[in-house]
């Protein structure tokens, strides 16, 4: 089956000599092979410097001669020209022929060398222009050996001329002495080239030598220490193989060994002692394993198997029940590694098998207690919804009457319109708090949306105020809010919520302040490049220690139990604040002593837009009052389906104000009934309904209309539960809208002009 570790081991020191001679030897040949190589390499270097220093000293030798066969050229015209002795003549030729022979020897050995190019071209140039000058001046004087025969103006003009041929001569020396000055540069330059590289050679050649010997001790020394290691493994083996069979026995991992081409399996003593036989370590058959399979998993585990030794999976990692002496079902983890040829086929298979039926029965206990506490979550979550809708259901007639009684309290005496004050102020509180709660559920589920648009700041600033500074008067304490700088700025964001997280900070800093005030002060701040909006929340109130700053920002928790009991409130409003501005893309931020009053900082990226026109709240209401009287006619009817009678009473005063005719359904049954029997142009639906609730009813309603073929009927859902995902729950019913309780009178009069204009579209 498996080779003893002995013979094992020994393949592995033979193997590991071989494959360190080896690497030795290409090592060796290596090095030969480089030092070749760089003698050749450097042999080669040293011609071609040697050839460059040559070729240098040619340049300069022909620009030597050069400047001689000019001022030759000269000298053979002045003494013909004086003496009229053809053999000066002749050398004249002779020179002009050696000055053009020698530029175009330069030419040829500077051709790679742009800038000596250049300036024999310049040579050139003037070399023609002296060669013409020369020949000119020639024929003008005819030769005489008696100047007297010079008359003076062709004594003037022949001045002039030998001042013309001097500057041309002087500029063809002068050039050609650049030529030499680069050519001495060059020579200088490969000189000292040839000398460095001479020394490399040398110390290459030196270096190489050195190698070789080094390598060659070295490998002696190899050779030596492989045969004292072989020697030394062989008197460990023994004790290796003595050390490795006790760490199988002692381990609680059963190990087992599988010869896949022999079909023998090596178990070790434990491989069946968790499973409580008594037995030593042995080889026996595939089947010993099989066999203890529970039926239930047999097909799973081999499938693996199957899959893994045909390269299907990358490793073997199972989970299945064995069974146990006693007769009862252990979980074992399997895992292993095979050992595959060339050409991929597998033939051995070792791995570990370990008792992991603890750890199941804790995941299975783990799942039980997970699949309980979202059952309670669930549990929860309803009840919060029910709780929303018993709460949210009386008080949306109780803010309702609230805001009628508001409206009429300037008939009311003071005691009348102070019952009403604190009726109103105390449904607000009833409604933030509620408001609070659901808010924080959506936040903490992550589904809070923000509606987004373009808003005047100036208008929430001043609801702010309206709301803020009346509460700060009751207390006795200042209340200043300076934003000047944005009065003339509109903001895109989400209003409602900005609104929403600045009444959280002011109540909070009234709430804590008993003597002196709060500050609030709005402003621009460029932040990296970019605008934030800055809102600085500022009180002289009881301030928090630095230790308490993130308590504060928890959920239902506060700095300090005594303040709790002092000054009430849920702990909701900062935290809410908080994820509000972040979600915006925001934070706030405290800064506080304690004794001394706090600072909570607001910081929202916002985009500044143009000023647009701002309507306050009570204007707008009125508008929209209206145009709904406008544009709603005797014949356009309403039906609203509301079981809870305050409601009923509430949204009835609402649409008697802006002029509409409506009926009342108090269940989906009663609302079927009407809407079969009339037209109506907008149904307002209650969700939760005795008998039959609003989408049941909605249902019905869009069933029986496109079975008949009639106009699609405008549904506005109304539902007191407003938690996460009771919007998408009414559209997805049917619904054309959705408006939580309490009713906003502004949002629902939105809605019922949206519906009336739309049904004037279709009808024209």
């Known amino acids: 089956m498996h080779r003893p570790i002995s013979e094992k081991r020994k393949g592995d020191l033979d193997q590991v000599f071989i494959r360190n001679f080896v690497i030795f030897i290409v090592l060796l040949l290596s090095c030969a092979g480089l030092l070749t190589y760089n003698l050749v390499i450097g042999d080669r270097e040293l011609d071609k410097t040697d050839d460059l220093v040559l070729h240098t000293h040619d340049v300069i030798t022909e620009a030597e001669q050069l400047s001689t066969l000019i001022e030759g050229m000269l000298a053979a015209q002045r003494g013909y020209l004086i003496t009229a002795d053809d053999g000066f003549l002749e050398e004249y030729e002779t020179k002009k022929a050696g000055v053009s022979e020698h530029v175009a020897a330069l030419s040829e050995l500077t051709i790679d060398d742009p800038s000596q190019q250049s300036r024999l071209d310049e040579i050139r140039s003037y070399f023609t222009d002296f060669s013409k000058q020369l020949e000119e001046r020639a024929q003008l004087i005819e030769p005489t050996p008696e100047y007297a025969a010079i008359k003076d103006q ?34 200088n330059e490969r000189v000292s080239s040839l000398d460095n590289k001479k020394s490399q050679y040398l110390k290459t050649l030196l270096f190489s030598v050195l190698t070789g010997t080094i390598l060659l001790l070295v490998f002696n020394g190899f050779l030596l220490k492989v045969q004292r290691k072989r020697s030394q493994a062989e008197e460990n083996l023994k004790e290796t193989e003595e050390r490795f069979a006790l760490a199988v026995e002692g381990t609680e991992d059963g190990i087992f060994d599988w010869d896949v081409k022999n079909d023998k399996v090596f178990y070790s003593g434990q491989f069946f002692g968790m499973l409580g036989y008594e037995r030593k370590g042995y080889t026996g058959e595939v089947e010993d394993f099989k066999e203890l399979i529970h039926p239930e998993d047999i097909e799973n585990v081999w499938f693996c198997v199957e899959q893994y030794l045909g390269g299907q999976l990358s490793e073997f990692h199972q989970v299945f029940r064995m ?91 003071d005691k009348k319109k102070k019952l009403v004050h604190t009726l109103s102020s105390s449904t607000e509180s009833l409604k933030d708090l509620v408001n609070d709660i659901l808010d924080f559920s959506k936040i903490e589920s992550g589904e809070l949306e923000l509606d987004e648009e373009i808003f005047s700041l100036s208008e929430v600033f001043e609801n702010v105020i309206s709301m803020m500074s009346l509460k700060a008067s009751e207390k006795g304490v200042s209340f200043v809010f300076e934003y000047n700088e944005l009065k003339q700025s509109d903001f895109y964001g989400d209003a409602k919520r900005i609104r929403q997280i600045l009444i959280n900070l002011v109540n909070n800093a009234i709430k804590f302040t008993e003597e002196g005030g709060v500050t609030i002060k709005a402003e621009i701040e460029d932040r990296a490049g970019h605008d934030y909006l800055r809102i600085d929340v500022a009180d002289t109130g009881i301030g928090i220690v630095p230790e308490n700053f993130d308590l504060v920002f928890e959920r239902f928790r506060q700095a300090d139990s005594s303040v709790s009991r002092k000054y009430g409130g849920t702990g909701l409003g900062l935290p809410i604040s908080r994820n509000l501005a972040r979600i915006m893309g925001g934070d706030i931020f405290l800064s506080s002593e304690a004794g001394k009053g706090s600072t909570f900082t607001v910081l929202l990226p916002m985009k500044i837009e143009a000023k647009g026109q701002i309507i306050p709240d009570n204007e707008l209401n009125n508008k ?4 709904i009287r406008a544009a709603i006619s005797d014949e356009q009817k309403i039906l609203v389906v509301e079981d809870y009678e305050g409601n009923v009473l509430v949204l009835g005063y609402l649409l008697e104000e802006i002029g509409a005719d409506f009926d009342v359904a108090g269940t989906g049954i009663e609302a079927l009934k009407l809407w079969n029997a009339n037209h109506y142009d907008i149904i307002l639906m209650d969700i939760q309904m005795p008998e039959m609730d609003g989408f049941t009813a909605t249902h019905e309603i869009r069933r029986i209309e496109k079975q008949r073929k009639l106009e699609r009927t405008p549904i506005i859902g109304m539902t007191a539960h407003a938690l996460v995902g009771d919007k998408d729950k009414c559209i997805e019913a049917g619904m054309d ?24 579209k279709r009808a024209a």
């Not at 959705?738 to 049904?759: Q, R, S």
Request: glycine share 4%.
């Open 154 to 187: 062709d004594l003037v003009n022949t001045l002039k001329d030998v001042e013309k041929i001097d500057n041309l001569k002087d500029n063809i020396v002068r050039i050609n002495s650049s030529v030499l000055q680069e050519a001495y540069t060059q020579l």
């Open 323 to 413: 069974k146990h002496k006693s007769g009862r079902w252990i979980w074992i983890q399997s895992r292993a590694k095979a050992l595959f040829d060339k050409s991929g086929k597998a033939y051995r298979m070792v791995g570990a098998h370990t008792d992991v039926t603890h750890t199941v029965r804790e995941k299975d206990k783990l799942k039980a207690e997970k699949d309980q506490a979202q059952e309670a979550n669930m549990a929860k979550s309803e009840f919060l919804a029910h709780m929303s809708h018993e709460i949210r259901t009386p008080l949306t007639a109780i803010s309702g009457i609230a805001e009628i009684l508001e409206k009429t309290k300037d008939d009311m005496d």
């Open 624 to 627: 929209l009052t209206d145009k």
């Open 737 to 760: 809208a959705y408006l939580p309780k309490p009713i906003v009178e502004e949002d629902l009069k939105k809605e019922i002009l949206k519906f009336i204009k739309k049904g004037q």
